[in-house]
C-alpha cells in the first residue's frame, strides 16, 4: 500500500523525529530535555543497527509515530469522543471532525485517510525494527533485545487496536466474524504485498492479545524514572491494555485475570508489583506537568518543539478553540444527577467560557496548556484499569460484586469524599453505575464511542443525525479510499 510503504531499510523510519522521548539515564527533571538524534538519515541497513545508540533512536522513533497528532496524539481521542452524546460542535468545521461528529463522513475524508495511514506507517515501523533487531541481536545485550521488542510489540498492539476500534465492527457483535484489517506483520519495503485482503476481527483481536503476551515476558518491571514509567513501555504498560482488549471482546473473566495482577482483591486498591500505581489524591494532578504520577500508566509526551501539530491538539479541540463543548442537556454526562457539583472533576476540570456577550458554555479544561499545546496525552491510567476491573466484576459469573462496588467507590472517592453509593438493587444497577462512572472518569479522553461499541449500542440521537444502530455501515469509519486504490482485497476477508 503505497501510503506507507518505505524504500529502503533505513534510519530515516525513526530518524523523522527522534526528538519526542527522553533517552533512558539522561534524563533530567525537565520535560523538555528529550533525546536529539543526530540528523543520520539514509543509512544502510548494517549501520542502523550498528550500535546501542542507533537502536535507541530508532525504538524513540516508533513512539514518535504512535504520537503523531493524525494518530494517537489527538485525532483518535477526538474521534472516539466527538461520536456520542457528551459533546456540541461549534463550529461545523470538517476539518476538525464535524462530519463525524454528524455521522456523515465517508471514504474520502483526507483525516480520517491520515489517521489510517498513520498507524499502518507505525505498524511498518515496527515491523521493520522488529527484523533488524532479529539480523543485529548481538548488537545489545539479550535482556536490552527483550526490552526493545517488546515495547515494539506493544506499540503494533495498541496501533492495531486503535484501527480496529474505528474501521471494523465491534467483536462482541458476532465474536468476531467481520471484516476485520489487513494484519500486516512483515516490513514491506517495496508495493509488491499491497494487495491483501483483511483478516477477521477474531484474527487481529488475537494477534493483538499475542504481541502484548509477549511484551509483557521480555519487558522489564520499570523503565528507570517517573517519566520514563509513565513515557515507555513495562510489564505493567502491556498488562494494563490487555484489560482494555479483554473488555472490548467481553471475556470478562480475562479482564479480572489480568486486572489482578495490578489491583488489590480489597481497598485500598494500590499496586505495588513492579511499578507502583495509584490514585492520585487530587486527580487535576493527573493533568498538569510534569504529566508523570503513578496514576499515569502511560501516555505520550509533548514539548513546544514536539506538539500533536495544528487542529489536532486535544487542548485545542476542547479547550482553547472550544471546537466541542460539553452538551449541557439530558443526554450529555455533565447534566447527570450522578455527577454532582462537588465531585472535583466537574468544579475542576470543566469550566465556564464565554462565547459571546449572550452565550456561555461549559467546556473540559483537563487539557490546560495552550498555545504551545503540550500537554501529554493520557493513553492509559490507573483510574481506568480500576473500572475495567469493576466492570469485568460485575458481569462475569459468579464475580465479586463487593469488590467491584469497592473499587466503583474508591474511584468516587478520589473526586468526591462526600458521595456515596447507596445499595445496588441488583447486579445491573452497579454495572449502569460503572458505566455512567466511566463516562464521567474518562471524558475527553477517547472511550466514549468504544464504550458504546463493546456493548454494541447504537449511537446516541445527538449532533446532526439520527441514532446509528451497530448494523449500519456509518457504525464504523469507511476504508479510506487511498487504500482502496492502492489494495483491491481490502474489503475481503
Not at 118 to 136: K, P, S, W
Not at 150 to 155: D, Q, V, Y
Not at 278 to 298: D, G, H, K, M, R
Not at 365 to 379: G, L, R, Y
Request: glycine share 6%; charged share 15%.
Amino acid at each position: 500500500m503505497k501510503i506507507f510503504h518505505i524504500n529502503s531499510y533505513k534510519l530515516k523510519v525513526a530518524a523523522l523525529a527522534v526528538t519526542a522521548l527522553p533517552l533512558i539515564g539522561l534524563v533530567s527533571s525537565c520535560k523538555k530535555d528529550f533525546l536529539v538524534a543526530a540528523p543520520e538519515l539514509n543509512l544502510p541497513d548494517q549501520d542502523a543497527f550498528a550500535n546501542p545508540t542507533r537502536i535507541l533512536g530508532q525504538v524513540n522513533g516508533l513512539y514518535v509515530s504512535l504520537k503523531s497528532g493524525s494518530f494517537l496524539g489527538g485525532r483518535y481521542e477526538i474521534y472516539n469522543d466527538i461520536r456520542a452524546e457528551e459533546f456540541t460542535n461549534r463550529l461545523s468545521n470538517n476539518v476538525t471532525g464535524y462530519d463525524v461528529y454528524g455521522g456523515t463522513n465517508n471514504s474520502t475524508n483526507t483525516y480520517i485517510a491520515s489517521f489510517w495511514s498513520q498507524g499502518y506507517l507505525t505498524i511498518n515501523r515496527v515491523n521493520l525494527f522488529l527484523r533488524g533487531i532479529e539480523v543485529n541481536s548481538t548488537v545489545l545485550t539479550p535482556a536490552l533485545n527483550a526490552n526493545y521488542i517488546g515495547e515494539a510489540k506493544f506499540i503494533r498492539a495498541l496501533s492495531y487496536f486503535s484501527l480496529i476500534q474505528i474501521f471494523a465492527k465491534p467483536y462482541v457483535q458476532n465474536n468476531g466474524a467481520s471484516r476485520g484489517l489487513p494484519l500486516r506483520l512483515q516490513p514491506e519495503t517495496s508495493l509488491a504485498n499491497n494487495a491483501l485482503k483483511s483478516s477477521t476481527v477474531a484474527a487481529v483481536y488475537a494477534q493483538i492479545i499475542k504481541d502484548l503476551d509477549d511484551a509483557e515476558a521480555g519487558l522489564p518491571d520499570g523503565q528507570g524514572s517517573a517519566l520514563a514509567n509513565t513515557t515507555r513501555a513495562h510489564k505493567n504498560t502491556a498488562i494494563a491494555l490487555k484489560t482494555r482488549v479483554y473488555l472490548a471482546m467481553g471475556n470478562y473473566a480475562k479482564v479480572i485475570e489480568e486486572g489482578n495482577k495490578l489491583v488489590p482483591q480489597v481497598a485500598p486498591f494500590v499496586n505495588t508489583a513492579r511499578t507502583a500505581h495509584a490514585l492520585q489524591a487530587n486527580v487535576a494532578n493527573v493533568f498538569a506537568a510534569p504529566y508523570t504520577t503513578s496514576e499515569s500508566i502511560f501516555s505520550l509526551p509533548m514539548a513546544d518543539t514536539n506538539a500533536p501539530g495544528t487542529q489536532n491538539q486535544l487542548g485545542y479541540y476542547y479547550n482553547a478553540n472550544v471546537e466541542y463543548f460539553l452538551n449541557q442537556t439530558g443526554a450529555g454526562i455533565y447534566a447527570d444527577a450522578a455527577w454532582p457539583s462537588t465531585d472535583a472533576r466537574k468544579s475542576s476540570l470543566t469550566g465556564n467560557v464565554a462565547l459571546s456577550s449572550t452565550s456561555t458554555v461549559r467546556r473540559v479544561i483537563k487539557f490546560s496548556s495552550t498555545s504551545p499545546f503540550i500537554d501529554f496525552v493520557p493513553i492509559i491510567r490507573y483510574a481506568e484499569v480500576l473500572l475495567n476491573v469493576a466492570e469485568a466484576e460485575a458481569l462475569v459469573t459468579g464475580g465479586n460484586l463487593v469488590r467491584s462496588r469497592a473499587i466503583l467507590q474508591a474511584v468516587r472517592t478520589r473526586s468526591d469524599a462526600s458521595y456515596v453509593f447507596g445499595a445496588f438493587a441488583t447486579p445491573t444497577d452497579l454495572l449502569n453505575a460503572i458505566l455512567k462512572e466511566r463516562r464521567i472518569e474518562l471524558l475527553a479522553e477517547g472511550f466514549r464511542y468504544n464504550d458504546l461499541a463493546r456493548k454494541a449500542a447504537p449511537l446516541p440521537s445527538f449532533g446532526i443525525g439520527a441514532a446509528i444502530p451497530v448494523s449500519d455501515d456509518r457504525y464504523t469509519f469507511a476504508i479510506p479510499l487511498a487504500e482502496i486504490n492502492t489494495n483491491s482485497e481490502v474489503n475481503n476477508f
